[in-house]
């Protein structure tokens, strides 16, 4: 079946946009999980879900971050008045458990 | 101290060796344990899960759990040069069983 998908893969925006990153889950898969990763780092916690409801917000570094996923499915992370310290790739994930998660592609963010 | 901790590397291997990688974390209430393997520029794929102590084998891969010493291990045998990739571990505590912590992984080379 289908893996988790995201889009866009590449988004290049000036500083002071808004960005919107697009998840979509396995389908059936309960929980959706957002995370960025640095180079030669392991991916960063940001937030997660279990079904629509937003668990644990405690990664999201600053409250120009925020993520919704208002139906349970497709997710979306936004970031708002972009900063050129939040270039990374934004991952994301899901799992059928809240165990085993399998990642999507990424989406690889530079902010000029 | 980092949360969850690995050697950064690179551990180098010849083919056909046994590689052994090392992962420990701070939460003496964790619950869930796993092993992601990540090519340079894809994204994380979950290769092992472990939840009780002892070893776990699944075909050339076997993992290791010591809750009492707090560390996770995961054993490589007879290693191809495909095996050479950096290997994440991730831990799930207890009071938040669905937040999954990355260690910055492993960077291993299995030369032919």
């Known amino acids: 079946g289908a893996g988790v998908s995201q889009s866009p893969r590449y988004k290049v925006t000036k500083r002071g946009q808004d960005v919107a990153l697009r998840c979509d889950p396995i389908s059936g898969h309960v929980s959706l999980y957002w995370y960025r990763q640095a180079l030669g780092q392991g991916p960063e916690f940001l937030t997660y879900f279990n079904y629509e409801a937003q668990q644990d917000k405690s990664g999201l570094p600053n409250d120009r971050f925020s993520a919704e996923r208002p139906e349970g499915s497709i997710s979306t992370l936004t970031i708002q008045r972009t900063e050129q310290r939040d270039s990374a790739m934004y991952r994301c994930?899901?799992?059928?458990?809240?165990?085993?998660?399998?990642f999507g592609p990424g989406t690889r963010l530079t902010v000029t | 101290q980092k949360e969850v901790e690995q050697n950064s590397g690179p551990l180098s291997v010849p083919e056909g060796a046994i590689a052994s990688l090392n992962c420990t974390y701070s939460d003496r209430g964790s619950q869930s344990f796993f092993w992601y393997r990540q090519y340079s520029g894809k994204s994380p794929e979950l290769i092992m899960s472990?939840?009780?102590?002892g070893d776990k084998e699944d075909g050339r891969f076997t993992a290791q759990l010591n809750k009492a010493s707090q560390y996770v291990s995961l054993l490589i045998r007879d290693s191809q040069p495909s095996d050479s990739a950096t290997y994440l571990c991730?831990?799930?505590?207890?009071?938040?069983?669905?937040?999954?912590?990355f260690g910055d992984g492993t960077t291993l080379t299995v030369k032919p």
């Open positions: 472990i939840y009780s102590n």
């Open positions: 994930a899901s799992s059928a458990s809240q165990y085993e998660q399998y």
């Open positions: 991730a831990v799930n505590g207890r009071t938040n069983a669905g937040k999954s912590t």
